[in-house]
């Protein structure tokens, strides 16, 4: 079974830095595209990026191109999202998702179960 | 960027109706187009893929069609389990850019 497991719910301070993560089972993790997306409260989705676990090949949505790291360890079959400084406007539900096999497949067939990430002073 | 412009914003439906939800693309995207629900609390689920291919474990009542600019999600008969918020997202572009809908809010009357 597909399981995608992500980090618990983060209370961060504007500035603070911040790394959440997301670990995937039941299948060969390192041989298909992880991808990250973000809902902010009440709001749609928003793709932030996409990972290649097998060799860490990383395309970011331009307007969060130097807002966010994506990485992964495909030792322990884990992804990662970080910030070295976040803002207010970072508070939102992160989802990692999982893309099917084969080319031009952007779609995403399993997801985790969201990560809230709440910035405040 | 592709925009995706969903419409309408909430459909109110009865049960053992159908309900249709739309999707238009700003440019053409081919079939390159899923649609994914989204249930209160939870993670979006998809549900088409390629346009008109549904999901593993997808019920039959849930159908799409269309390509190039215009897209369908179609519920033949609602289920009350059916009420949900519904996305389009397109990925049709390498380098990646995808995006999505701002969601139709899938109402039971």
């Known amino acids: 079974e597909v399981q995608l497991v992500q980090s618990g719910t983060e209370v961060k301070k504007p500035g603070d830095s911040l790394k959440i993560s997301c670990k995937g089972s039941?299948?060969?993790?390192?041989?298909?595209?992880i991808g990250w997306l973000r809902q902010k409260p009440g709001k749609g989705l928003e793709w932030m990026g996409i990972?290649?676990?097998?060799?860490?090949?990383?395309r970011y949505s331009p307007s969060l191109q130097g807002q966010v790291t994506i990485s992964a360890d495909k030792s322990i079959s884990t992804t990662y999202l970080q910030w070295t400084s976040v803002k207010s406007s970072d508070t939102a539900i992160y989802y990692c998702?999982?893309?099917?096999?084969?080319?031009?497949?952007?779609?995403?067939?399993?997801w985790g179960q969201g990560t809230l990430v709440t910035v405040s002073s | 960027e592709i925009v995706m412009t969903q419409s309408p914003a909430t459909l109110s439906v009865s049960p053992g109706e159908r309900a249709t939800l739309s999707c238009r693309a700003s440019?053409?995207?081919?079939?390159?187009v899923a649609w994914y629900q989204q249930k209160p609390g939870q993670a979006p689920r998809l549900l088409i893929s390629?346009?008109?291919t549904r999901a593993t474990g997808i019920p039959a009542r849930f159908s799409g069609s269309g390509s190039g600019t215009e897209f369908t999600l179609t519920i033949s008969s609602l289920q009350s389990e059916d009420m949900a918020v519904y996305f389009c997202?397109?990925?049709?572009?390498?380098?990646?850019?995808?995006?999505f809908g701002q969601g139709t809010k899938l109402e039971i009357k």
């Open positions: 998702a999982k893309q099917p096999e084969g080319t031009n497949r952007g779609d995403f067939d399993y």
């Open positions: 039941g299948y060969s993790f390192k041989s298909y595209w």
């Open positions: 990972i290649y676990p097998g060799d860490s090949d990383t």
């Open positions: 440019q053409s995207v081919d079939s390159s």
């Open positions: 390629g346009a008109s």
């Open positions: 997202q397109q990925y049709n572009n390498w380098p990646p850019m995808y995006t």
